[in-house]
């Protein structure tokens, strides 16, 4: 008890001390407004982003059941939370602190604004501001299109970039993309993100010895990083730049939790030894039984 | 049990005035009929709860995501303990060449075949899709515990069973011609029974030498059912199961709740079957020394589960403990340790305490609370786990036990109570030739 108490005490000093420490937005994101108006379709998605991304620190929203950490993830609903400007919350989604992740490689653009979106959500005098749509023309184009491509000798990975502005098809310039390479469980960002030049094309150093499948294939992901401007585009091929690995599946030799004809020997005998020991001399008390029987006959022969 | 049987005890006078008392209660009685009735009705009600549970499945009961081990694997733990007392009386202590088991040797084998044989069917109470049993041996995989378990549980059962009927040989044959009030049915089951015995030396050598390896065979058989329950939690990492003395700590748990289990029929068949003479205040004071020594073993598994980890508390086992000590399970937790445990421990140290009335409550209180310390292993290890479910409605992660569910555990336990009439009922109780022959023996000795 004494020892939680102490533990209780040093979680509120500790955090009364970070939370002083205010989380500076520069001004430029202070006021970043959302390319569309939150709609319910919006609010469904980042619903959906929410839980699978956030609950887990920050809870159920509006029930103040944040996991205890420090400092405190505060809950959705809260006045600290909904104190943020749009554009303060997307930036601190995008800068992480502390144990705040960064979500700017997990989560698209669009998909953090879905978020905000369903944040918002939970404050009844929330009035959205929409980024008015001469800021986001100068930058925006129509069919973006990225192509991956394999430059051998450098052992770099080449992006290509084109889409539709001013009803031309050109390539794009100045345009963010991010490289990934899907593993088991996600996409591993590849060198830094990169701009495309004048030609639309961006350059990634690519590791040489990231491990592929079998032949070496590895798949790679690119995506613009505004994809509210530029439309959700995403290029997925597969190229023979990985380490060719084989994984031998981990149900290919004996092991306990493999099926019955791959169980372990060691335990394959005892369990027979077992069985068969203890039924044995079971089956052989069952013929005493019948000695006996055996025996009462006979005696009314004597 | 000694391997040359001495058969003078057949030509001894006694042997007719011992058979007479062990034999007066058996065959049908009003009372009987009337307790038998008031099983038969009680287990009716319990085996409608079950067509509920067949027709809509799992979901009549308080199981959900979170703890889909509820009341009905407790009970199978339970079950499984008190049956393995059987082993520990007629074969550790009988083994060893301890007089004063004989006359309660058959007891607790009585309480080994009951509880043994209903183990498998309170698995069968947790099935959702009863069909699919056989399911088990056609597809089972060696390498889980359950199926260790379904093997070890029934050959314990088959074991047992031969413990009860093999000593019962020769006394079906010394009672054939002693039941003239009974049915004529009965009669003809122990003339079936007896497989010709007639009491030759051969008989006996064979029987003693079947017995003899059915005794050795039934102790590792016992270790290895209850160790291998344990291992059924113990093989996870869950906090208040994972641990390296599961199988020791269930074990010791059930001597103590098979002994209590066999003060209790003893009880019942000291008074009404008015075999006082047989069961005497010293088999009560020796099986009181018994129950206190088994729960001061046990006692101290206890402590050891509870304080090493308490010790270190890592995150977990201290939500675990949390729960048990000061949080939800609080209560049925200092109530099982202390009127199951500690209280009886204490009073069972005085001799008044192990007179046989006494005995006998401070029993019932043991074998609840054994019922209930066997829920406290089972269900809040499942409350907290390590990777919790998310945006499921509450009722999912807790656990109320419903109406269905308990019905269907007494309905197991009245089928238990069922096994243990018929068998009293029908059959020699106390061991008849054992205790003639233990009084030949003491008669020559006088003579001499």
């Known amino acids: 008890m004494i020892k939680r108490y102490f533990s209780l005490l040093l979680i509120v000093l500790i955090s009364l001390r970070l939370s002083a420490q205010v989380w500076v937005v520069p001004a430029e994101n202070e006021t970043r407004k959302s390319p569309f108006a939150f709609d319910d379709a919006s609010r469904k998605a980042g619903s959906d982003l929410y839980y699978t991304n956030c609950k887990s620190c920050h809870g159920e929203p509006g029930k103040n059941n944040a996991i205890p950490l420090v400092p405190p993830p505060p809950d959705m609903a809260s006045a600290k939370m909904q104190g943020n400007s749009d554009g303060a919350m997307q930036y601190k989604l995008i800068s992480g602190r502390g144990p705040m992740p960064s979500f700017k490689n997990t989560l698209s653009a669009t998909d953090l604004w879905r978020v905000i979106s369903f944040v918002r959500s939970f404050n009844p005098s929330y009035k959205q501001e929409i980024a008015s749509a001469s800021a986001a023309a100068g930058t925006s184009a129509q069919n973006v299109k990225i192509v991956l491509s394999w430059l051998k000798e450098t052992n770099q990975v080449q992006a290509s970039i084109s889409g539709v502005k001013d009803k031309v098809n050109q390539p794009l310039a100045g345009a963010e993309v991010k490289l990934f390479a899907k593993r088991y469980f996600g996409y591993l960002l590849v060198d830094e993100p990169r701009t495309t030049d004048a030609l639309g094309k961006a350059v990634f150093n690519f590791p040489k010895d990231l491990p592929g499948d079998s032949t070496g294939y590895v798949q790679l992901v690119a995506s613009l990083t505004n994809d509210v401007a530029f439309g959700e585009t995403k290029a997925d091929t597969s190229l023979v730049i990985g380490v060719p690995t084989y994984r031998p599946p981990l149900t290919e030799k004996r092991a306990m939790w493999n099926v019955v004809s791959k169980a372990p020997i060691w335990l394959l005998l005892s369990y027979t030894i077992a069985v068969f020991g203890a039924w044995g001399f079971i089956i052989y008390v069952l013929l005493q039984i019948r000695a006996i029987y055996r025996a009462g006959g006979r005696k009314e022969n004597d | ?448």
């Not at chain 2, 003899?212 to 990492?237: E, K």
């Not at chain 2, 109320?400 to 555990?409: D, F, G, K, L, R």
């Not at chain 2, 336990?413 to 003639?436: C, D, G, N, R, S």
């Open chain 2, 1 to 448: 049990m000694a391997s040359e049987v001495n058969t003078d005890f057949l030509h001894n006078k006694k042997l007719d005035s011992i058979a007479a008392d062990i034999l007066r209660p058996v065959g049908i009685t009003q009372g009987f009929i009337v307790w038998m009735g008031f099983l038969g009705i009680s287990l009716l009600a319990c085996i409608y709860a079950y067509y509920i549970q067949f027709d809509k499945g799992l979901i009549v009961t308080g199981l959900r995501d979170y703890i889909s081990w509820g009341m009905y694997i407790a009970n199978f733990v339970f079950f499984v303990a008190t049956s393995l007392v059987g082993m520990l009386i007629s074969s550790v202590l009988g083994l060893i060449g301890l007089k004063w088991v004989k006359p309660i040797a058959r007891i607790a084998e009585i309480i080994a075949v009951a509880f043994a044989a209903i183990a498998g069917l309170v698995i069968v109470s947790d099935m959702g899709r009863p069909e699919r049993l056989p399911y088990v041996f056609l597809y089972g995989r060696i390498q889980s515990p359950i199926i260790w378990d379904v093997t070890v549980v029934t050959t314990y059962l088959v074991i047992s069973t031969l413990l009860y009927f093999l000593p019962l040989i020769p006394d079906l044959a010394i009672s054939k011609g002693r039941m003239g009030h009974t049915p004529k049915w009965l009669q003809q089951t122990y003339e079936i029974l007896s497989v010709k015995w007639n009491h030759t030396p051969k008989q006996y050598q064979i029987l003693m030498k079947a017995v003899r390896i059915m005794l050795i065979l039934i102790i590792p058989t016992a270790f290895a059912i209850h160790t291998v329950t344990s291992w059924l939690f113990a093989v996870t990492l869950r906090p208040g199961w994972d641990s390296s003395i599961f199988g020791p700590y269930f074990l010791t748990g059930a001597f103590v709740a098979g002994s209590a289990a066999v003060v209790i029929l003893m009880y019942f068949v000291r008074v009404n079957y008015k075999l006082d003479k047989y069961l005497t205040t010293h088999h009560f004071d020796m099986m009181g020394k018994l129950l206190v020594l088994v729960s001061i073993v046990y006692l101290y598994f206890n402590i050891n589960e509870y304080l090493v980890p308490g010790f270190k508390m890592k995150t977990a086992e201290a939500i675990h403990l949390h729960d048990l000590f000061v949080g939800e399970y609080a209560l049925m937790f200092w109530s099982v340790q202390l009127l199951g445990l500690v209280i009886p421990i204490i009073l069972l140290l005085f001799k008044f305490f192990r007179k046989p009335f006494p005995m006998f409550v401070i029993s019932v209180f043991v074998l609840v609370a054994a019922w209930f310390k066997r829920f406290i292993i089972v269900v809040p290890t499942q409350d907290h786990p390590f990777l919790p479910i998310q945006r499921v409605p509450h009722e999912w992660m807790v656990y109320h036990p419903t109406i269905v569910e308990s019905a269907i555990t007494m309905g197991t336990i009245i089928l238990a109570v069922i096994i243990i009439t018929i068998l009293v009922k029908f059959f020699p109780v106390i061991p008849i030739w054992e205790v003639a022959e233990e009084q030949n023996e003491l008669d020559s000795k006088t003579k001499e």
